[in-house]
């Protein structure tokens, strides 16, 4: 089974339209993470959950929001797309504390034309 | 402000050459440190990781790295790496940010490409 798993792994839509990005892990984790990746391959954090809570919310376009409706899942959703927004989003998760390493979804490549 | 530096971005080596990527941190409490790899179209999955005890860390695929805290470093050592190596090295770091929360702080990432 996979662990965290992210759907679709690819879209394409046209600027001006909403998408959502949906993301579930089944390894009891409290805490779930979206990250940008973008052509350069630099890896940036968007938001952070905690047993549904939003904790860290980097600076990020208000179009882009959170959604978590029990703690394993995490979705996306961005609203008027943007050429710019085009990159590889990942969802990962982590349990808590300090030593807890991150488990990354494969990936959901956004190509806004 | 905390951060995590790696200092090259781009590497290239031939097959059976020696690897070091550097890390650097800036961070004054204790650290829990992490690399992570990123296969060509994959995820990130974890290499290694130091959290205390012996500061050299072995990971899987015959990586390991030390983690010298004089030098707030955590370099990532091959002794020979290989062309299935070619990929995106990431370094991390988990520390509290200001709101008292922990997260990992990541590097910019390392590509490494590794010619036959």
């Known amino acids: 089974d996979t662990a965290v798993s992210q759907t679709p792994k690819y879209l394409v839509t046209q600027m001006g339209n909403d998408k959502s990005i949906k993301c579930e892990q089944n390894l009891g984790h409290d805490t779930m993470y979206w990250y940008k990746q973008d052509s350069k391959k630099f890896l940036k954090i968007m938001f952070s959950?905690?047993?549904?809570?939003?904790?860290i919310n980097e600076t990020v376009p208000n179009r882009f929001s959170p959604k978590s409706p029990d703690k394993a899942h995490l979705n996306l959703h961005i609203n008027s797309l943007e050429l710019g927004d085009s990159a590889v989003y990942f969802c990962?998760?982590?349990?808590?504390?300090?030593?807890?390493?991150?488990?990354f979804g494969q990936g959901t490549r956004l190509t806004v034309v | 402000a905390q951060s995590v530096s790696q200092h090259n971005h781009h590497v290239i080596l031939s097959e059976a050459a020696s690897l070091e990527l550097g890390c650097n941190y800036s961070?004054?409490?204790?650290?829990?440190l992490f690399w992570y790899v990123q296969y060509p179209g994959q995820h990130l999955q974890l290499l290694l990781k130091y959290f205390s005890g012996d500061p050299l860390v072995k990971g899987i695929k015959g990586f390991e790295a030390e983690f010298i805290k004089s030098k707030f470093s955590f370099n990532l050592r091959k002794p020979s790496v290989q062309w299935s190596d070619t990929a995106e090295y990431f370094c991390a770091v988990n520390a509290r940010n200001a709101g008292n929360n922990r997260k990992l702080i990541w590097g910019l990432g390392t590509s490494l490409a590794v010619n036959p």
């Open positions: 990962a998760s982590s349990p808590e504390g300090a030593r807890a390493e991150a488990f």
């Open positions: 961070y004054g409490g204790t650290v829990n």
């Open positions: 959950y905690n047993n549904k809570e939003l904790i």
